[in-house]
């Protein structure tokens, strides 16, 4: 019989920082890396014992009475920065709309000149520091669905592969490809892509074939980059097949086509443009491609998550003190307890002062919900 050893301490939110091996060794449990969810403690309980993070005791602060203020207001106060500036997203979004607009009318001789020298501008202001507490999204409406998600999803590629610290000629191409990623839904009528019933089975097909036609479209495009070719193909491929085209074997793509599902999932899920439905906060965005993460590489969720959090930045999150935060910082070693910033007493009133409370250190406080709205 062999030797029970002893079961390692693990808390929610931990990031493993060396592989879980069985008792014998032999079988890796868990990757070096692995978030540590409920879920995954409840599943590993015969080898890992939950605890409870370091405790540190926050300052209690006064307040003053208030009229509750609207989230909008709240996060103008807070002066969370863009990850691009306006002047520099326009420029981007002019030069895709060309571009687009090109494709769409069936205009050959298409160029990545412009696009290009955009991105380039794009990347280069693009954070690296994670402590800069940026909006993730920006909130103006787009004519078209598909060109602003297009754009959303090259922002964010261009922040998640910055914070990755990957070469600069990776983040380029990478923001690149996702601005293009979805150019075959050009192909696909707007009275399909509108509809608000469900499709018949030749529309679905109709639709599912943007990614091959995507990747048609560019391969015409002089100097295109593989990785914008395969992230067209390749953006809706899953792990448990369940995703299209089915011609494309999951563990042929590289891993950042891997990432950019995941981006492309998370900013469709989140979307405030989107024309469907409404659209779920940012956590909950998380905690949708968490449920489902055997549809991803676990590589790419985890980067994912490791860069935006479990609860992003400008999560409004409602504690067990019935006071309301902003979340401002993600804590790397715990994903789960984030640095938050208070906003409203119990009561509703705004504190006065600037309270910063680190969940980690704070045994008092925990989160209990997630806000959409003050
Ligand atoms: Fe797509």
Request: charge should be negative.
């Given at each position: ?32 890396g ?26 209690e ?17 807070l002066e969370?920065e863009?990850?691009v ?6 420029r ?42 940026v909006?993730?999204f ?51 009528p707007?009275?399909?892509?509108t ?5 018949t ?16 479209a ?8 593989p ?12 792990a ?26 998370f ?29 991803y ?12 959090g479990?609860y ?45 409370v680190?969940?980690?250190e ?9 806000r959409?709205?003050?």
């Amino acid at each position: 019989m062999s030797k029970q050893r002893e079961k390692i301490e693990v808390f929610e939110g931990q990031v493993l920082e060396t592989a879980l091996l069985s008792d014998d060794g032999g079988t890796v449990l868990c990757k070096a890396g692995t978030i540590m969810t409920p879920d995954l403690i409840r599943r590993l309980s015969n080898w890992v014992v939950r605890v409870e993070p370091g405790k540190k005791k926050q300052d209690e602060d006064e307040t003053v009475p208030a009229a509750r203020m609207n989230r909008d207001e709240i996060l103008r106060r807070l002066e969370f920065e863009e990850i691009v500036s306006r002047k520099t997203r326009e420029r981007a979004e002019s030069s895709q709309g060309e571009f687009f607009d090109k494709v769409r009318a069936g205009q050959g001789g298409l160029s990545l000149d412009a696009i290009e020298d955009a991105v380039a501008a794009m990347v280069e202001e693009t954070p690296d520091d994670p402590d800069v507490p940026v909006k993730l999204f920006e909130m103006k409406q787009h004519s078209s669905y598909m060109y602003q998600h297009c754009m959303e999803c090259g922002v964010m590629g261009s922040f998640i592969a910055t914070n990755l610290k990957y070469p600069h000629k990776d983040v380029m191409g990478f923001a690149m490809a996702l601005m293009l990623h979805d150019v075959g839904i050009l192909t696909v009528p707007d009275s399909v892509l509108t509809k608000k019933t469900a499709l018949t089975a030749e529309e679905w097909a109709l639709v599912r074939g943007h990614s091959e036609r995507g990747f048609e479209a560019l391969k015409k495009v002089p100097g295109m980059d593989p990785l914008a070719l395969m992230t067209a193909m390749g953006h809706h491929v899953y792990a448990d097949g369940s995703g299209y085209p089915e011609s494309v074997d999951f563990n042929d793509l590289p891993p950042l086509v891997h990432l950019a599902v995941v981006i492309n999932d998370f900013e469709t899920l989140t979307a405030q443009h989107g024309p469907f439905r409404q659209a779920a906060n940012l956590h909950d965005g998380v905690s949708i491609l968490l449920r489902h993460r055997h549809r991803y590489h676990p590589t790419a969720i985890e980067q994912f998550v490791r860069v935006i959090g479990f609860y992003p930045i400008s999560t409004f999150v409602e504690l067990n003190t019935g006071e309301t935060g902003v979340v401002v910082r993600n804590n790397p070693d715990n994903l789960f307890l984030p640095e938050i910033k208070m906003v409203l007493d119990p009561e509703g009133a705004e504190f006065k002062k600037e309270i910063i409370v680190n969940l980690f250190e704070d045994a008092e406080r925990r989160i209990t919900a997630v806000r959409s709205d003050l």
